[in-house]
């Protein structure tokens, strides 16, 4: 949904999310290879907190306007936990006793969430547009358990269904302002309205669900630079926010992508 350059889906009323109570049955075939595979990152040192997490269970529009805008973006989300995503979405080329990858039996196809059994955590992920201008991406911290030391997006993380609350409700731009906080602007709290979504996508592999877009700070480069940030972002990188510029830092990365190399910060 979205992600045409045209569609944006600001706080409040962009995004209109409805809560599903039914709980999240993993297949129990499952279950083994999510224990084995945690209890293997985490013997690497690395951290996996079995938090709960939003799990996205569907989503849609309405065409509005005399365009047919796609607004606002409706969303129905359930809970599941971080775990189990390790059993489930990142866990594609496992093997199971039949013999067939999790992929295979499991994955489905990339639009199908309603009769999907996997964790499906719906994420944030943002770049931080700076008001000099400068955007910011960030280089993963050594300790997460996915895309450790890689790039990734300056706020990047999963929603939560007890702590990205607005008036008693979940909200995508909560988890976004709470991951911007302890990612990138500790100790300050970005605004609700500072976050523009432009889309909802899932990844091709892994059918991770995400909202993608930017939070436009006031603040400068130097001054975002100065902020004290959490374990899970090494550091920030910082390109002046033009297409030349910007296209070519993406050019090398993807680049390296294709070829299979490992993308580090």
């Known amino acids: 949904m979205g992600g045409d350059g045209a569609h944006r889906y600001t706080y409040p009323s962009g995004i209109v999310v409805e809560r599903d109570e039914a709980p999240h049955v993993v297949p129990p075939e499952?279950?083994?290879?999510?224990?084995?595979?945690?209890?293997?990152?985490?013997?690497?040192?690395?951290?996996?907190?079995?938090?709960?997490g939003v799990r996205l269970l569907d989503y849609s529009c309405t065409l509005d306007g005399p365009s047919e805008e796609a607004w606002p973006l409706?969303?129905?989300?359930?809970?599941?936990?971080?775990?189990?995503?390790?059993?489930?979405?990142?866990?594609?080329?496992?093997r199971l006793p039949d013999?067939?990858?999790?992929?295979?039996?499991?994955?489905?196809?990339?639009?199908?969430?309603?009769?999907?059994?996997?964790a499906n955590?719906?994420?944030?992920n943002l770049s931080v547009v700076t008001s000099d201008p400068v955007i910011f991406v960030a280089g993963r911290g050594q300790k997460v358990a996915i895309n450790a030391g890689g790039i990734s997006c300056a706020v990047s993380g999963t929603g939560s269904p007890t702590l990205d609350l607005v008036d008693g409700l979940y909200?995508?731009?909560?988890?976004?302002v709470r991951e911007a906080k302890e990612e990138v602007f500790n100790p300050l709290t970005p605004s609700l309205t500072e976050v523009t979504f432009f889309g909802l996508a899932?990844?091709?592999?892994?059918?991770?669900?995400?909202?993608?877009?930017?939070?436009r700070t006031p603040l400068t480069s130097t001054q975002l630079e100065s902020r004290a940030r959490g374990?899970?972002?090494?550091?920030?990188?910082?390109?002046?926010?033009?297409?030349?510029?910007?296209?070519?830092?993406?050019?090398?990365?993807?680049?390296?992508?294709?070829?299979?190399?490992?993308?580090t910060a």
Request: proline share 5%; hydrophobic share 40%.
């Open 30 to 52: 499952l279950l083994p290879i999510q224990q084995r595979r945690v209890a293997a990152i985490r013997a690497e040192g690395k951290i996996v907190d079995d938090k709960p």
């Open 74 to 94: 409706r969303l129905r989300v359930g809970e599941s936990s971080y775990e189990r995503q390790f059993g489930t979405n990142t866990a594609m080329k496992e």
């Open 231 to 263: 374990w899970e972002n090494g550091r920030m990188i910082g390109i002046p926010f033009t297409i030349k510029d910007v296209t070519d830092w993406i050019r090398p990365v993807y680049a390296a992508r294709v070829a299979g190399k490992a993308q």
């Open 202 to 215: 899932r990844t091709s592999l892994n059918r991770f669900p995400l909202l993608f877009g930017e939070l």
């Open 121 to 124: 955590l719906l994420a944030a």
């Open 171 to 176: 909200s995508p731009f909560a988890t976004a």
């Open 99 to 118: 013999g067939s990858t999790v992929a295979e039996k499991y994955a489905g196809t990339v639009e199908d969430f309603r009769t999907s059994v996997l």
